[in-house]
């Protein structure tokens, strides 16, 4: 059952003409005709051929109350009549700055980027400043934006991976400076002697250990337990320190990210996505001790769009709603994520498909695996991301948009009847399979 994809495929052809690829990110590289969208609105997207779509894409996450939710329209509308951009100093960055310390565990200072990417570009400045080291620790399959320093090891590639007691740093693009490799140390994730091996390795030398405190990127997976706590403990016996990039997490499991569902502190987080409603916002919070070199002007920090009025509006909506009805809107988020991971289970059991459902009602992830559970980049690297690829197009065909590698957001506007009717779909693409 193929969609009529006239008017997109007529776009794309004219786009390849004049962006790079055709696509504004690689990202959205297609197999086929990548999604070319009208509008949206709640749970939904429409694309340019009329063909529409339950979405659990969400703009890679920022739709947390659903497209269009009108209280960020408004604010946004309201805003813009006031002045776009000001790069100056406004009423809403201080709301939004108090809200977001007063939501968020480890947050007692923050500053304001557009994007993810810079959001992490400083927190990783602000380590090595505080700490004067320069590397900095990451994960196997953490994906922390597309800047040089952090795009490595990637793509689930065991071949390539070296030996998971002492991970080789690969590359993410050609082009990336070789110097930025040596000031890199890789190592698997949801393991705290693989941490304590690196840091005793690199003794002294280690800024920063850098991770999605829940993986998103590779999978949907929650570290064991014990394990942030574990990673806590040995970043403060050997000086570096912990950041959590919730840019996927915060504001989307819990009102103040993973740090709150888990209970681990890290002394800075990094936050995108969900924090707007889908406007550029990122923000770098943490302990003021830290903090402090920001604050007092000795590590640079800059960006003509920070604090966007327009963004900070849409921040401000978003956030007062996820506050102030935090039980509902949580509660809603659990529950319609957790109905949807069960339905899906029992779709792939009817139809006789080893498909591994896990992850949070708010985030989840499907696997095409036999293996019982996934806890890092190398179980991800084994599953099978072929037929993953096909329930990809089958369900898109049927009118539901995922993340192409097989993540799902939930938004507080999807419905009872979306989840039903996304389990019939996912039912019909199983069985086709
Ligand atoms: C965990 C994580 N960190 C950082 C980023 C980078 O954010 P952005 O794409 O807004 O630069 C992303 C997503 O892209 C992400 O998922
Ligand atoms: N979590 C990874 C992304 O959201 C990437 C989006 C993009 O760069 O287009």
Redesign the pocket.
Known sequence: MARKLTTSAALFESAKQVIAGGVS?D??RSPGVPLYVDHASGSRLWDVDGNSYLDYVLG??PAVLGHCAPEVVAAVVDQVGRGISYAAQHRLEVEVAERLCRMVPSAELVRFNSVGSEAVHGALRLARAFTGRAKVLKFEGH?HG?FDPVLYSLHPDLEQAGPVEEPVPVPGSPGQPSSAEGDVVVVTWNDVEAVRAALEKHRGEIAAVIMEPILC?TGAIVPLPGYLEGVRDLCDEHGALLIFDEI?TGFRVAPGGAQERLGALPDLATFGKAMAGGMQVSALAGRASVMETIASGRVAHAGTFNSHPVAMAAANATLTVLDEERDDRYGLLYRQGERLMEGLREAARQAGVQMLVDGLGPVFQTYFTSQESVRDYRDFARTDRQTAARFHAGLQDRGINIVPRGLWLMSTAHTDADIEATIQAATETLHAM
Request: cysteine-free.
């Open positions: 990110s990202a959205r890679q996450g994906y597309w990127n996927i």
